[in-house]
Each structure stands twice: as C-alpha cells, then as structure tokens.
C-alpha cells in the first residue's frame, strides 16, 4: 500500500510548488553556465515558512528534470512519503544541505557543482586569493578550503557550515571535492556558483602569466560594502 499524500496548509502547498518550479529550472543554469556534466551537481531550495527543502533526484538527466519530480525532504534529508517525486532516491548530497538549513538559518539556497577551475583549487586544497574587485565585491575576500570529507552522510555539511559560519564568502572549496554555494534563496546561490568558476578560471590564468598583486583589506572592505549596499536597484537586481 503506498503512502498517501502529504497534507500541509494553503500556503506551505503554494510555496512547495514555487520551490520545485525555482529548483527545476535553475539546473537549467548549471549547464548553461558549464558547472556541471553527466548528472552531476545540485541546487536545493529551503521551503519558506516550513521544515522543509526541495532538491534535485539522484542520477537523473538534467534534460529529465521537472517541478514534480523534485524531492520534498525535511531538514534532516528524508524525503516526504507520499510527496510527488518520493519514489526517487533524492541527491546524494541532500544530507549535506539538510545540515546547511538546520545550521544556518538565513541560508535559502544551496548549490554543488563540479566546475572545473573551482574543483582544480580544491584539488590542490588552496584557497582563491582574492586579486580581482568582482571577487571583492561578491565575496568579500579570499574563497576558503573546506576540509576533506566524504559523500553520504552529513560530514561534508559541517564542513561547510565550520567554514562559511562568520566567513562573507557565500562559497567554499571543499578539499578533494569542489565548490558548495550558499545564499538568500537558491537563484543567489546559483549565482554564487557561477561567479566562484569565473574567479576560479581569472586568477588561475593570472598566476599562469606572473606574480598575483592582492589588493588591500581596506580596498575590499570598501568594494564588498558599495557591492552588497549600493550596486544595482532597489528590487535587488544584484540577484
């Protein structure tokens, strides 16, 4: 006999649904963007107003993915019995963004990517200095390594909560493993993961081509501050 499906109130249904139309089509982004291949990576919302995330399926083609077949999990990564989409084993990451939620509560968004600059830092457990302004103005400074931890319990979501908790990077190199982006909702973390590939690729080449030249703490301070207070309209078209 299956499970039958979940009940929650009007508003709890309504912000699911937005979750997993939101999820689904910013996958479309990672690809878009060269963040991902195969089936790897993921995108996971926070359900607003509820103890709940939605989150991409394990092993599932991105040309595949739709709103009904996102996984509803609570916070501590079990997916709802009866949910659409409960059939399906939900990502293999998904216990490492529980942990995200339950530990960090302004966090609406979680995304993992395998970008390939961004994973070639972790590979080498260095962390990106911070050289440019447009790494300044998004992140503030340097992009931290996490420590070395394994998929499929929730190791690698305290490796990212230790690091990011205090930290004004909205992203972490996980050593051996690659970028974790976090943000208000999940379009700011994808954002996130776009900007910590093109960082990654920037100051790679520079270092490539001769000596990097920091810029002063003052300097990012001042950037990071114009970029999170000031850049852009006030609908908040920075995300």
């Not at 009866?82 to 939620?101: F, K, L």
């Not at 690659?178 to 910590?196: E, L, Q, S, Y």
Request: aromatic residues 6%; charged residues 20%; hydrophobic residues 40%.
């Amino acid at each position: 006999m299956s499970d039958a499906a979940p009940t929650f109130a009007p508003e709890i249904e309504e912000a699911i649904r937005t979750a997993r139309a939101e999820v689904s089509a910013l996958h479309a982004e990672l690809v878009r963007y060269g963040l991902v291949v195969w089936t790897g990576g993921n995108i996971s919302s926070r359900v607003p107003g509820a103890d709940l995330l939605v989150i991409k399926p394990s092993g599932i083609s991105y040309d595949d993915l739709a709103p009904e077949n996102m996984i509803l999990c609570d916070l501590d990564g079990n997916a709802i019995p009866g949910a659409p989409g409960s059939e399906r084993a939900p990502s293999s990451d998904t216990a490492a963004h529980a942990y995200v939620y339950r530990h960090m509560p302004d966090v609406g968004g979680v995304v993992h990517t395998h970008s390939t600059f961004a994973v070639a830092w972790a590979a080498r457990a260095e962390e990106i200095p911070c050289v440019i302004t447009a790494m300044a103005d998004e992140f503030g400074g340097p992009i931290p390594i996490g420590p070395f931890a394994i998929i499929g319990d929730d190791s690698i979501g305290r490796g990212v909560v230790e690091t990011l908790r205090g930290h004004r990077s909205r992203a972490v190199l996980m050593q051996n493993h690659g970028p974790f982006t976090i943000g208000v909702n999940a379009k700011d973390a994808v954002k996130a993961a776009v900007m910590v590939e093109d960082v990654a690729r920037t100051v790679h080449y520079a270092r490539e081509a001769g000596e990097l030249v920091p810029i002063p703490q003052e300097s990012i301070d001042s950037l990071y501050n114009r970029y999170q207070n000031v850049y852009g309209q006030s609908t908040d078209a920075r995300r």
